[in-house]
């Protein structure tokens, strides 16, 4: 696989010379100062690119090969009239990357929010600072924070009271702490949701369920993908994250059938798949080196972590060691060379798969450092390290075909 890292840009605490001594060749980045669905300029899409190919040189370039995200306005996910004008936003931004020569975009089609976590710095044994996602306390802003109408449906009675009665021990801190985590931005974004409104926007979604947003997203990716598809781009959707539903919305992107129903709404190979072995391997249902065999062709970009379930609740969850959580990474990461193997025994232009290590552990020196959630250097450089070498003994203990 390419060995690429996600950079968010000027603003970045990581830099490319970071990314570089890590040993990536390739960057993923997106043009996080443009506001959501408007036009990707030409002009703009090329400053960055210089941006971060300058100074390449025969021993250590670095290429913008993917673009996550490319986000998708709430007017498309809702399905108002309005979407055709940022559809056709969207397809100029494609039409202007494929000018530029990046021929891989990401994105996804959570409602409202984006990848949810309830605690930022959960600190493990060895002293790592990971992300964490807690039932009880996502309950306990939902229904006790927030305050959402109809909330008490989606809990069970021990739940509510446990959570009630963790809300009255916490401290006005603890409560900010939890309502700021929970109302992140976009990863990359220096913005976050406001309480005061919050409510307002899910408001908008009374009326879209699951059905609703499937036919949303399929209604999007008829218009798009055939575009992609003559531009030379592969789209990638970015599984839920966690592939659950939360605060009443729908999500229709967190199981294999979800992924197959896209992939059949408009079938062309543009219309694929980021595969995110951290988002789909929270749930215990999706067994994912089946599916890298069942969408192989399907695949455009890898995103590798792992997560570990609590034993007694399996809706909680932490980022765990790369090779150590709930994810057979063996297992996946043979399956996806064995995809690559077959790509290249079938000439395919994109033989290689764009991978990259995802959430890292903020340690060591980075401890003492601001950066965004997941993206310290030193924990993403440990677990690259760490799949370099079970990619390598796989590749050597395969026979090409």
């Avoid at 446990?162 to 309502?179: F, G």
Wanted: hydrophobic residues 40%; proline residues 5%.
């Amino acid at each position: 696989m390419i060995q690429t890292m996600r950079w968010f840009g000027p603003n970045d605490p990581v830099s490319l010379m970071d990314i570089r001594q890590a040993g990536c060749s390739g960057i993923v980045t997106a043009l996080h100062q443009i506001a959501v669905g408007e036009v990707w300029s030409i002009d703009a899409i090329k400053e960055r690119k210089a941006l971060v190919e300058a100074g390449n040189d025969w021993y250590s370039p670095l290429h913008w090969l993917v673009v996550e995200s490319l986000p998708v306005h709430e007017a498309i996910k809702k399905g108002l009239p309005s979407r055709e004008t940022y559809i056709e936003n969207y397809k100029q931004s494609l039409r202007n990357l494929a000018a530029a020569g990046i021929k891989t975009v990401c994105y996804n089609f959570m409602p409202v929010l984006d990848w949810s976590r309830t605690e930022l710095e959960y600190t493990l044994p060895e002293g790592h600072k990971t992300l964490r996602f807690v039932w009880e306390d996502f309950a306990l802003f939902d229904l006790y924070i927030l305050q959402r109408p109809g909330a008490t449906a989606d809990y069970d009675a021990a739940v509510q009271e446990s959570a009630r009665k963790k809300l009255a021990e916490m401290s006005p801190a603890a409560i900010q702490r939890l309502t700021n985590t929970v109302l992140l931005g976009l990863p990359g974004s220096e913005e976050a949701f406001e309480l005061a409104n919050f409510q307002e926007m899910l408001d908008t979604y009374a009326h879209i369920g699951d059905k609703e947003l499937r036919e949303n997203l399929y209604y999007f990716i008829r218009q798009v993908a055939p575009v992609a598809q003559e531009l030379g781009i592969n789209l990638c959707i970015h599984p839920d994250d966690p592939p659950k539903s939360l605060l009443g919305l729908p999500r229709v992107v967190s199981t294999e059938s979800d992924l197959r129903q896209l992939l059949d709404a408009c079938d062309v190979r543009a219309n694929g798949i980021t595969f995110c072995t951290g988002s789909l391997g929270v749930r215990q249902d999706n067994d994912l080196p089946g599916m890298v065999e069942r969408f192989s062709d399907r695949i455009h970009f890898v995103h590798l972590r792992t997560t570990r379930r609590d034993a007694d609740n399996e809706r909680n969850f932490h980022e765990a060691p790369h090779l150590e959580g709930d994810v057979d990474m063996y297992a996946v990461v043979k399956a996806l060379h064995k995809e690559e193997l077959r790509r290249k025994a079938n000439h395919y232009p994109d033989q290689l798969l764009p991978m990259r290590p995802d959430h890292g552990f903020q340690m060591l020196d980075d401890l003492n450092k601001k950066t965004y959630p997941g993206y310290s250097i030193i924990g993403r450089l440990k677990a690259l390290a760490e799949l370099r070498g079970l990619e390598m003994s796989i590749s050597r203990s395969i026979i090409e075909f």
